[in-house]
């Protein structure tokens, strides 16, 4: 019945093709990224609604696109560009993608580049879409890139017990290259083990005080990260808050925490995502690595519950994962002022 309901949506949308503003579609392209993760494309009437909008995306981007680099040249030579189409919207010069556009569009070429369920849905690699792609990524990719983040109040926090109690070299805001992305935090201890760290806030989260469904930007980014091999340790701030007000053994517990979360992390699959970061110019991948969630692991922590049903990791020797004995890693906690 939702498949049904979705395919109505898709044929309401095609229908009324010629009123969608620019914005409109790039804004319809990423949802539709952020959907197909729960589309089942086995429906047919699902699966040609969806191409067809498709197809109606991918022609209207080509032709602003192509007017964008019409006007560019027109302004190198000094001469007026051509009107837009009478038929475009009045309310929104159709001749230009703005940055925000052009990051959407990203995501949504990102998808048919490293997504094979999403690609394949899309249609043959010959049809439009795939060779609109093509054409405009690595432009869409330049916008995504110069988008810049800051680091969080509670990003620092974190930082400062991988750093200065878990002694792990830290780079914060790391940049996947292939995807673009930037991680809060990768994660490297004295054996060369690497880490990802996502510092999850609010604004990951629907509004609600007990709403802990992540939004589509948050899901999508940690798909596409999956798809490349990242294995994401992520901090949601429910967590972090109950450990940041304990009055008594905080920083102990906050390094348990966190010891928790990357121990239970598959560090072979890091492997997966280097290649992905030193291979800028491939076209597939292999493998795919689906996200995990984890929380409380093997050592409790006082003051936090665990919020899935992960099983606890038995009898995992941190040592072997590069941390020091939990002894060692909080010797300093108690006379350390840094969070």
């Keep these: 019945a939702e498949m049904g309901m979705c395919a109505s949506v898709f044929k309401n949308i095609n229908m009324r093709a010629e009123d969608l503003r620019t914005s409109d579609v790039t804004t319809m392209m990423w949802a539709l990224v952020v959907m197909s993760q729960e589309l089942d494309f086995d429906e047919s009437a699902l699966l040609f609604q969806f191409r067809q909008l498709v197809g109606v995306c991918a022609q209207r981007v080509d032709s602003v696109f192509s007017l964008m680099k019409e006007v560019e040249a027109c302004g190198q030579d000094g001469q007026a560009p051509r009107a837009a189409s009478p038929r475009s919207p009045r309310s929104r010069v159709e001749h230009e993608f703005d940055r925000s556009d052009m990051c959407m569009m990203h995501q949504f070429f990102l998808s048919c580049d490293i997504d094979e369920r999403f690609a394949v849905a899309i249609g043959a690699r010959d049809c439009l879409m795939h060779r609109v792609s093509t054409r405009y ?33 830290v780079e914060s805001e790391f940049r996947c290259q292939r995807s673009g992305y930037s991680i809060d935090m990768q994660t490297t201890c004295k054996e060369g083990n690497v880490w990802s760290v996502e510092v999850n806030g609010p604004s990951h989260y629907f509004a609600g005080s007990h709403n802990r469904d992540k939004i589509g930007a948050t899901r999508l980014k940690e798909h596409h990260l999956a798809l490349l091999g990242y294995q ?45 970061n030193k291979s800028l110019n491939n076209t597939s991948l292999n493998t795919s690595v689906g ?14 519950s665990a919020y899935d049903s992960t099983p606890p990791q038995e009898n995992v020797d941190k040592r072997v994962c590069g941390f020091p004995d939990s002894s ?12």
């Design 137 to 169: 990524s690595t432009r869409c990719k330049q916008a995504f890139v110069s988008t810049s983040s800051a680091a969080s109040d509670m990003q620092t926090r974190v930082h400062n017990v991988l750093v200065h109690h878990m002694h792990l070299q």
């Design 328 to 339: 060692e890693a909080v010797t300093d906690a108690k006379s350390s002022d840094v969070l």
């Design 232 to 276: 994401l340790a992520t901090v949601p701030y429910w967590d972090w808050d109950k450990l940041d007000y304990q009055e008594n053994s905080k920083v102990e517990n906050q390094t348990a925490y966190l010891q928790n979360k990357l121990v239970g992390l598959q560090v072979p699959a890091v492997a997966a995502a280097d290649e992905a």
């Design 291 to 304: 996200e995990i969630e984890l929380s409380m692991a093997d050592t409790p922590v006082k003051g936090v």
